[in-house]
């Protein structure tokens, strides 16, 4: 059944106004436009759910969907293959970041959620020793394929199994918007970083590029 409390994940306010709604079948047609077309093992992520909201806390701003929706594995791996662009090759926050190690002479690095591996292959060019988590088993395969050490799994299940590894950066990029939880995300990407090491994260911002975009399907 779908979940009817609309809490910000943030400050737990029940108070909302909701920003925009989309059916599963609406999303699923809006892809569709830019060429995805998913299978049933990517839309299971939608049982049960009859709309999708976007929602503005009244009292601290923070912007959720309800319900919060993480995809699955055959999903991500449909828009990569589909959808030529989906992971970026370079970005801003990746030139920032890659800066930031060089200035602090980081060795290593931890991209949780790392698609295909592009901001990995950066950093070895500068020298970092790279790992990586992603949900998306074509794009762990490409990773792996390319030398980097990338694990199908969440963060979480990757500490539990690795409790005494340690990064001297830990990176998100495009990444929080996506988990159902994402102060608990925060909290188990904070647990991966070694004393004295950095955490980075990039989101989108909808009073930037992403604002003129409405039909926009992310």
């Known amino acids: 059944t779908e979940k009817t409390d609309r809490r910000c994940f943030l400050c737990q306010s029940p108070e909302s106004r909701l920003r925009d709604r989309l059916t599963p079948r609406e999303l699923e047609l809006t892809w569709f436009h830019l060429g995805v077309k998913f ?10 759910v009859s709309a999708l909201e976007l929602h503005e806390c009244r009292s601290c701003g923070f912007r959720y969907f309800h319900p919060s929706l993480p995809g699955n ?9 589909q ?3 989906y992971y970026p090759k ?8 890659l800066q930031l190690a060089r200035r602090q002479q980081i060795r290593d690095v931890m ?3 790392c698609g295909a591996g592009y901001f990995l292959d950066a950093a070895r060019t500068e020298g970092m020793l790279t790992h990586g988590l992603d949900l998306n088993p ?3 395969a490409d990773c792996c394929d390319r030398g980097h050490d990338v694990q199908c799994c969440t963060a979480e299940a990757y500490a539990a199994s690795r409790p005494e590894k340690r990064f001297g950066l830990v990176t998100a990029f495009e990444v929080m918007e996506h988990v159902p939880d994402p102060e608990a995300f925060f909290r188990e990407a904070a647990a991966l970083v070694a004393p004295g090491g950095y955490l980075a994260m990039a989101l989108p911002n909808d009073e930037g590029i992403h604002g003129w975009c409405p039909l926009e399907p992310h």
Request: proline share 8%.
């Open 39 to 48: 299978r049933p093992e990517a839309t299971a992520v939608f049982a049960g």
């Open 138 to 140: 074509d794009a762990v």
């Open 73 to 81: 594995g055959p999903f991500y791996a449909d828009l990569q293959r």
């Open 83 to 85: 959808f030529r662009d």
């Open 111 to 113: 991209d949780l959620g």
């Open 90 to 97: 370079a970005c801003p926050a990746f030139a920032r970041t």
